[in-house]
């Protein structure tokens, strides 16, 4: 059972362009929802993470956008370059109960120059 | 340098056999995961455990086994009961709640 859904799948873009990812869950226990970044033959590398407790986040081109209500989160790399070509994957955790942290799917992202 | 260390990087074993990837972190961290990495189905997690000599399945146990008899390591066992072990797989720690967790670099297992 996917406890954090995510889509779509794959995305190619222009670089300049702003690539969204979206990913959904159920489990209202989740309190924390991290975003990361893998690149080929790594371990994935946390990007940028948000509470419940905010809509939008922004850290550097990325930004996260939070809809509590909506039971969704959504990453969005502004200007996008080359260099972020990579897989990107949403998770959440409920921290206050087992600590667990689900990931979704991933999505692979291209930037073409 | 802190971090989290996963040995070897690749793994290769026939069939029937156990074999055990290593994890090894010297960042403080209470939690402890592994999760396992195929195309197209994302971050599947195996077991965790949250403190020492304490560990719960994930969604994926079948097939593999843990121990957690020490803070700093958390070595997962690939027993010859996984039908299809060939895989990614990953190691992750994390610290006090809603904080980021720090994965290794990975071990590709391949049944040869």
């Known amino acids: 059972q996917q406890q954090v859904k995510q889509s779509p799948q794959s995305l190619i873009v222009q670089k300049g362009g702003i690539p969204i990812i979206n990913c959904a869950y159920e489990n209202t226990a989740f309190d924390y929802f991290p975003w990361y970044q893998q690149f080929p033959g790594k371990g994935p590398a946390l990007l940028i993470a948000i509470r419940p407790d905010v809509s939008e986040k922004k850290e550097g081109r990325f930004t996260i956008s939070f809809n509590k209500s909506a039971k969704q989160f959504s990453l969005h790399i502004m200007d996008s370059q080359p260099g972020d070509s990579a897989t990107y994957f949403c998770?959440?955790?409920?921290?206050?109960?087992?600590?667990?942290?689900?990931f979704g799917k991933g999505n692979q992202v291209v930037v073409i120059p | 340098d802190g971090g989290i260390t996963q040995s070897p990087k690749y793994l290769f074993r026939k069939e029937g056999q156990n074999v055990t990837l290593s994890c090894e972190q010297n960042l403080n961290h209470d939690a402890m995961y592994w999760y396992r990495q195929d195309p197209g189905q994302g971050l599947r997690l195996i077991y965790y455990?949250?403190?020492?000599?304490?560990?719960q399945k994930g969604d994926i146990a079948e097939g593999y086994s843990v121990s957690r008899e020490k803070k700093e390591s958390f070595p997962l066992t690939v027993t010859s009961a996984q039908k299809n072990p060939t895989a990614f797989y990953l190691c992750?720690?994390?610290?006090?709640?809603?904080?980021?967790?720090?994965f290794g670099q990975g071990t590709r297992l391949t049944v040869v």
């Open positions: 455990s949250q403190i020492v000599n304490d560990f």
């Open positions: 992750a720690s994390r610290g006090d709640m809603n904080t980021e967790a720090f």
């Open positions: 998770a959440a955790s409920d921290d206050y109960g087992n600590n667990r942290l689900a």
